[in-house]
């Protein structure tokens, strides 16, 4: 009490934060982002029964036009990055066995890494951020341009039509871009071996045979498979979850591609420990 007036201490001290609420939160956004996936992933696999049965809306032509697109015009970007890669990974394996005289297992090293795992994941990569980008992006500026909601309004419905025609494209061309990138990485490696390396093209061709077997092609063709379901189907959610502006836009391409990496990476963890497991 100073002069008959009572002060008021104000009190500096401010909430602390609820950190059990926010991980809370967290983890009650994940759950639901989970169930809204599965149940976009449903709503495809009906629209695909309902195409298969001859009652849906997707047409032909547009199929098409996502394969050459997904498929055909990917093919440059493909060889290219995976010929870099084949050459990567021969040079530093010849750096590495030529302390023990073993420069002709470079073919080996090249030929099983690149067909059981690596061309799948480099491919998977490049169409993460070449095509899931772009499904997000046209499917995203169509839904802020209301060119969705106008399909709903004359009976159409944008999983058939807009959807499904780019599920089917990538899981397609996919598994058939994976085994193109391994051939063309197996290309690059004997490119490295038949110049820095006393090896001839009939010996690299030889152990690359030797050490190829049908389990590892299959193994490398059933991850681009996958691969093509997890881009394709992330770049389309993302495109539909999009907010109507530019910004959105951006936004939405950015998470497409950034989820669409990290399923691929995610799902090569599940299927290596299911392989492993199984003895494949």
């Known amino acids: 009490m100073s002069g008959g007036r009572i002060q008021l201490k104000k009190s500096n001290q401010t909430p602390k934060n609820d950190i059990f609420g926010r991980l809370g939160d967290f983890f009650v956004r994940i759950i639901q982002s989970i169930y809204n996936n599965c149940k976009f992933v449903c709503r495809v696999f009906r629209a695909m029964y309902y195409v298969s049965r001859g009652h849906g809306d997707m047409r032909r032509v547009d199929l098409w036009v996502e394969i050459d697109a997904a498929g055909l015009r990917a093919i440059p970007i493909v060889c290219l990055i995976s010929f870099m890669i084949g050459l990567i990974i021969a040079f530093v394996g010849h750096m590495q066995l030529e302390m023990f005289g073993a420069e002709i297992y470079v073919a080996a090293l090249v030929a099983i890494s690149m067909v059981r795992i690596v061309g799948a994941i480099m491919t ?121 502006n530019a910004v959105g836009i951006g936004r939405a391409t950015t998470r497409a591609v950034v989820m669409a990496i990290v399923g691929c990476v995610v799902a090569t963890a599940i299927l290596t420990l299911v392989f492993n497991w199984l003895g494949i």
Not at 165 to 172: G, S
Not at 180 to 199: F, K
């Open 124 to 244: 998977g990569i490049i169409m993460a951020g070449r095509t899931g980008a772009s499904y997000a992006a046209e499917i995203g500026s169509m839904h802020a341009n209301d060119e969705i909601d106008a399909l709903k309004t004359m009976g159409i419905s944008p999983m058939e039509f807009l959807v499904l025609p780019r599920v089917i494209a990538l899981t397609i061309t996919m598994p058939l871009l994976t085994i193109i990138a391994d051939a063309v990485a197996i290309l690059g490696g004997m490119c490295v071996a038949i110049s820095i390396m006393n090896v001839s093209i009939a010996e690299y061709w030889q152990t690359t045979l030797d050490w190829i077997n049908f389990k590892n092609f299959a193994v490398g063709v059933f991850h681009g498979w996958i691969f093509g379901w997890v881009i394709a189907i992330t770049g389309c959610i993302c495109g539909l979850r999009a907010e109507r």
